[in-house]
């Protein structure tokens, strides 16, 4: 027995279990500090690209999100080839081997082949970028990260959805340019269309005025349609990226104060009552 361990465990087995463990010990510390290396100075770069070629912060943040990806996935690749190394098996085979099972997959795999290639032009193009208000893949929201594979859209309600990037036949964004912020006024058939045109224009001129997310107007446009009890009156106006359901909520407060002011009647439903008398 004392043979038996001295054959197989003697000082050199110990000895280099020691050293196995204190080289996976450095190339995990490596690893971090690399890691964390690697983040800031790719952080740094895409905030020096913002700040002297004018990116837009969407896009910036949009590729620094993709490009901390591939680092990552390089960098915790080469971190298990190295503990391959350190366990004393064929890195350059198994290597080898990983790219031929890798090959094969890849000719399984037309959905991940597909999402790639959507990704790739979806970048490449500009069509989206982090937080864009969009309509892609039959979801509406604000994008929080686009990737080679999904983009993640949060949703108004708060849920987050992964989109893959094939299901993404077309893209609506609704973030590029201003902003339409669109409201529709009813009048009573008994009122003077032009005066209330002329008091609505009036109230509108003075939000202008007040909100600085309103970049052009609010006008009044002019009569919409004609309903069954009321004249509609459309106001439009052009306000800054996700600024117009707000300047939407204003108008129509300050419209309808401005039309309570000037006696004019905004038409309600009346429900009218008939007594019938005992005969």
């Known amino acids: 027995m004392e043979q038996w361990w001295n054959q197989y ?17 450095i190339a995990v510390i490596a690893f971090l500090v690399a890691r964390s ?53 064929d890195a350059t085979g198994l ?9 094969a997959i890849g000719f399984g795999a037309q959905g991940l082949v597909s999402d790639v290639v959507t990704g790739f032009f979806l970048l490449l193009e ?4 982090v937080d864009d208000y969009v309509t892609a893949g039959g979801v509406d929201g604000i994008v929080e990260q686009v990737g080679l594979r999904n983009t993640q859209i949060r949703g108004f309600d708060g849920t ?5 990037n094939r299901a993404i036949g077309n ?13 529709d006024m009813s009048i009573s058939y008994n009122d003077n269309i032009d005066e209330a ?9 003075q939000v202008a005025l007040e909100e600085e997310a309103i970049k052009e107007g609010p006008n009044v446009v002019g009569v919409q349609s004609l309903g069954d009890s009321d004249v509609v009156i459309r106001v439009i106006a052009k306000t800054e990226n996700m600024q117009q359901w707000a300047v939407e909520r204003k108008l129509r407060k300050v419209l309808k104060e401005a039309l309570d002011a000037n006696n004019i009647e905004i038409p309600f439903p009346h429900q009218v009552y008939i007594e019938k008398k005992e005969q």
């Open 9 to 25: 465990f003697d000082g050199n087995f110990f000895l280099e279990i020691a050293t196995s463990i204190g080289q996976i010990v």
């Open 171 to 183: 893209v609506s964004n609704h973030s590029r340019g201003n902003m339409r912020a669109l409201v």
């Open 197 to 205: 045109i002329a008091v609505l224009q009036t109230a509108c001129d």
């Open 37 to 89: 290396i690697g983040k800031r100075l790719i952080s740094g770069s895409f905030q020096k690209m913002e700040s002297q070629r004018g990116m837009s912060p969407g896009r910036v943040k949009t590729l620094e999100k993709l490009t901390v990806n591939a680092f990552s996935y390089v960098l915790i690749f080469v971190f298990i080839t190295i503990l391959i190394s350190i366990f004393g098996l």
């Open 126 to 129: 500009k069509q989206v970028d």
């Open 160 to 164: 987050l959805h992964f989109v893959p």
């Open 95 to 103: 290597i080898a081997g990983a790219g031929v099972v890798g090959l």
